[in-house]
């Protein structure tokens, strides 16, 4: 569960204003909440996934990290900008302060972690915490339980073997097959590359978990705040200190 806090107190630990000063702000209508003018003082928020501005700035939580889950669009930038202008997964987010927790390439949708937390995204991101993603593939063609299995003992890129994935064929229909992979690993159009290398070109990829994390009912574009649970189970599972 995330903490609902009084907007007025939110502003005041924020080091906008004193709590009384904050409360004249609010009835004054100069703060804003998800793009809305609130002019209610009791007013309550989820101070790590509404976007609070005042005077058209946003305000940040002081001292506290912030962690997001996001479906990220195909088409989106993983980066945090684009010298050529074009739409990042920060565009996607009111916070601006994070960075992707590494990345999906241009045209892979799915999960999509930010973060200002160096010390939590180096480790997810190193193999040698063996964090799982799971991806949703379509590819072309039907796999056969050898090609699988090539999967499954862990095949040759141009850089040398990856790890062993877990494989699951989920469904063929037409030319084009579904399946379920899981890997810990995140090289470079790693997915793409390793079903390349059995004959099976990906037309569609998704990433659909993360550690134990899912997309849940979250809408391609959309993005919520990991819970204070959540960003514990995950630093444990690193061995970050709580
Ligand atoms: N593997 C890929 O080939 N692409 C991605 O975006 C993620 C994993």
Redesign the pocket.
């Known amino acids: 569960m995330t903490e609902r806090i009084r907007l007025h107190k939110f502003l005041a630990a924020s080091g906008v204003a004193s709590r009384r000063a904050a409360e004249k702000m609010i009835a004054d209508g100069k703060v804003k909440v998800n793009g809305n003018v609130i002019t209610t003082v009791g007013f309550s928020i989820n101070p790590l996934a509404d976007k609070i501005e005042v005077n058209g700035k946003i305000i940040q939580p002081k001292g506290s990290r912030q962690y997001y889950l996001l479906y990220k669009t195909a088409g989106t930038l993983t980066s945090v900008k684009d010298p050529h202008g074009r739409q990042t997964v920060i565009d996607l987010l009111p916070f601006k302060d994070v960075f992707p927790v590494g990345?999906?390439?241009l045209d892979?949708e799915g999960l999509l972690l930010l973060t200002d937390d160096g010390d939590l995204a180096y480790r997810l991101t190193h193999p040698r915490f063996k964090v799982k993603k799971k991806?949703l593939v379509l590819v072309k063609g039907k796999p056969g339980e050898e090609k699988l299995a090539l999967l499954r003992s862990g095949i040759k890129l141009e850089e040398g073997f990856v790890s062993p994935a877990l494989v699951q064929l989920l469904s063929t229909h037409g030319n084009k097959s579904s399946l379920h992979l899981t890997i810990h690993e995140?090289k470079k159009?790693?997915?793409?590359?390793m079903f390349a290398v059995i004959g099976h070109p990906?037309i569609f990829?998704k990433?659909i978990g993360y550690a134990f994390l899912t997309l849940q009912d979250l809408k391609p574009g959309e993005y919520r705040a990991l819970t204070r649970a959540e960003v514990l189970r995950l630093k444990k599972m690193v061995g970050l200190k709580c």
């Open positions: 990345r999906l390439d892979t991806y995140g159009r790693q997915i793409k590359r990906v990829l990433r």
